[in-house]
């Protein structure tokens, strides 16, 4: 396994208060990846390789994780996982790389399709910028893009009980809808996409934030998560008042019947998948 360091990677630098440092730790955790699959992976990673054109016979994952997609990608293909754990790369089937994603040691050109996965919602703007130019460089025709639909990711936050940083517990830093992915990947066009898992529960954001900001709660499960801001994996939660106990479980309620009367029809998916295709005019 070759091993290069990027920028994304630096110790010293701070992303949307985030340390980076604390990240890089959480994702060396030998729990988080176990070879299972969860419910959503069983619909989410068959219909993503059913994605993968015939004509892409060497396929690099950014951000492959243990190989849950790569090592489930075509046997005949050339197959190519990056990513900056090392304890993930162990289980990686395939040549594996550890190194930023924003700065990958890979010729340009050197793939028929750049797979990405659960990925770019991570990221801090500006190593999301930097890692759809990498991945534009490095594929030569293919694109293969899955992320979050329209989540509303507040919903998962949590609040360090050493520091009171709040953070999502997942990770996750923004909200994709189809337009602002088209955004990220101008010079491609879209030639397939699939919505996989659903529908996704509501949540109201003004019910939410009552229930975090009157309230003090945040339903998000802590348990092994590494706090980004200060590195504490301290999962107690906040000491609240009756009051404030009353207000989050109003606020819970509410949101509850809400979910209830919303026509399915109005509620997203989980993911949207993406495939896209160089543009002859680049």
């Given at each position: 396994m070759s091993r290069v360091r990027g920028p994304l990677?630096?110790?010293?630098?701070?992303?949307?208060?985030?340390?980076?440092?604390?990240?890089?730790r959480y994702w060396e955790q030998p729990q988080i990846w176990g070879e299972h699959l969860n419910s959503l992976d069983h619909v989410r990673v068959p219909e993503t390789i059913g994605m993968i054109p015939a004509a892409a016979r060497t396929i690099v994952e950014v951000?492959?994780?243990?190989?849950?997609l790569l090592n489930r990608t075509p046997a005949t293909s050339r197959r190519v996982g990056v990513d900056l754990s090392a304890t993930a790369l162990k289980q990686v089937r395939g040549h594996a790389i550890q190194a930023s994603c924003d700065?990958?040691?890979?010729?340009?050109?050197?793939?028929?399709?750049?797979?990405?996965?659960?990925?770019?919602?991570?990221?801090?703007?500006?190593?999301?910028?930097?890692?759809?130019?990498?991945?534009?460089?490095?594929?030569?025709?293919?694109?293969?893009?899955?992320?979050?639909?329209?989540?509303?990711?507040?919903?998962?936050?949590?609040?360090?009980?050493?520091?009171?940083?709040?953070?999502?517990?997942?990770?996750?830093?923004?909200?994709f809808t189809s337009a602002s992915l088209d955004r990220l990947f101008r010079g491609y066009r879209p030639v397939a996409t699939r919505f996989v898992g659903g529908p996704r529960k509501y949540y109201s954001r003004s019910l939410l934030w009552i229930q975090q900001r009157l309230g003090r709660t945040y339903w998000g499960d802590a348990r092994g998560v590494v706090c980004p801001s200060c590195g504490s994996t301290d999962s107690r939660a906040p000491k609240r008042r009756l009051d404030q106990k009353v207000i989050a479980k109003l606020g819970y309620l509410a949101n509850e019947a809400v979910d209830r009367l919303m026509p399915v029809r109005w509620k997203p998916a989980h993911e949207i998948v993406r495939l896209y295709e160089r543009s002859r005019r680049i």
């Open positions: 990677e630096s110790p010293e630098r701070e992303r949307n208060g985030h340390n980076v440092e604390h990240i890089v951000g492959c994780g243990n190989g849950r700065r990958m040691p890979l010729a340009t050109g050197a793939a028929d399709l750049v797979l990405c996965a659960d990925v770019l919602e991570h990221l801090p703007d500006d190593a999301m910028r930097a890692t759809a130019e990498e991945m534009k460089r490095v594929t030569r025709r293919y694109l293969l893009i899955g992320v979050p639909f329209e989540e509303r990711f507040e919903a998962g936050r949590v609040r360090c009980a050493s520091c009171g940083h709040v953070y999502n517990q997942f990770g996750h830093l923004r909200r």
